[in-house]
T-cell receptor, first 116, second 115 residues
Framework: GAVVSQHPSWVICKSGTSVKIECRSL??????MFWYRQFPKQSLMLMAT?????????EQGVEKDKFLINHASLTLSTLTVTSAHPEDSSFYIC????????????FGAGTRLSVL | AQSVTQPDIHITVSEGASLELRCNYS??????LFWYVQSPGQGLQLLLK??????LVQGIKGFEAEFKRSQSSFNLRKPSVHWSDAAEYFC?????????????FGTGTLLAVQP
């Protein structure tokens, strides 16, 4: 149980284009989903917290117009990197809250974004 | 503010040797504590968690961790390391009763296993 699917696993795009990453909880309902960014050999940086049916809460310094998050259902959240530039190249990981108020998060396998 | 410190950036152990990865946290009360493992190019897998009760918790893949309140520590241990344990390990804390269920991650410890 507690499987989170993230798609695509790797995407290459041209500078200026937008890229959408999907995060799905396959066997449980996730009221809260989280989006992280990870630079090489570094820890996870929380970008935003999304709750189903409401606007995402972005961490300080994260551009909400650049990183659009939608959490339309209890099993799906999407991150859209708009007008991507090479500096947006990174590893993006989503997680889904397991519920129960105990902060358990189940992670997707991550998406490697390369912007040319 | 909550924080997590993993003092060891990189550790190398021989296969079959014991392992201890250190984790210290800063929090006003007893937080929820987690250890996650990340293989290269992959997401994070939950190894074990501590909420309350018995301070020695067992996890998957033969790992265990001990919560020591007096030392604000939650060190991860394994008695005999296997080559497949080579990965990055992250300690994380969460605030009980928090509205957002956020986790704060340490900077990670990269484990290398020598044959």
């Amino acid at each position: 149980g507690a499987v989170v699917s993230q798609h695509p696993s790797w995407v290459i795009c041209k500078s200026g284009t937008s890229v959408k990453i999907e995060c799905r909880s396959l066997d449980f309902q996730a009221t809260t989903m989280f989006w992280y960014r990870q630079f090489p050999k570094q820890s996870l940086m929380l970008m935003a917290t999304s709750n189903e049916g409401s606007k995402a809460t972005y961490e300080q310094g994260v551009e909400k117009d650049k990183f659009l998050i939608n959490h339309a259902s209890l099993t799906l959240s999407t991150l859209t990197v708009t007008s991507a530039h090479p500096e947006d190249s990174s590893f993006y990981i989503c997680s889904a809250g397991g519920g129960g108020g105990r902060n358990i998060q189940y992670f997707g396998a991550g998406t490697r974004l390369s912007v040319l | 503010a909550q924080s997590v410190t993993q003092p060891d950036i990189h550790i190398t152990v021989s296969e079959g040797a014991s392992l201890e990865l250190r984790c210290n946290y800063s929090y006003g009360a007893t937080p929820y504590l987690f250890w996650y493992v990340q293989s290269p190019g992959q997401g994070l897998q939950l190894l074990l968690k501590y909420f309350s009760g018995d301070t020695l918790v067992q996890g998957i893949k033969g790992f265990e961790a001990e919560f020591k309140r007096s030392q604000s520590s939650f060190n991860l241990r394994k008695p005999s390391v296997h080559w497949s344990d080579a990965a990055e390990y992250f300690c994380a804390v969460g605030a009980p009763g928090g509205a957002t269920n956020k986790l704060i991650f340490g900077t990670g410890t990269l484990l290398a296993v020598q044959p």
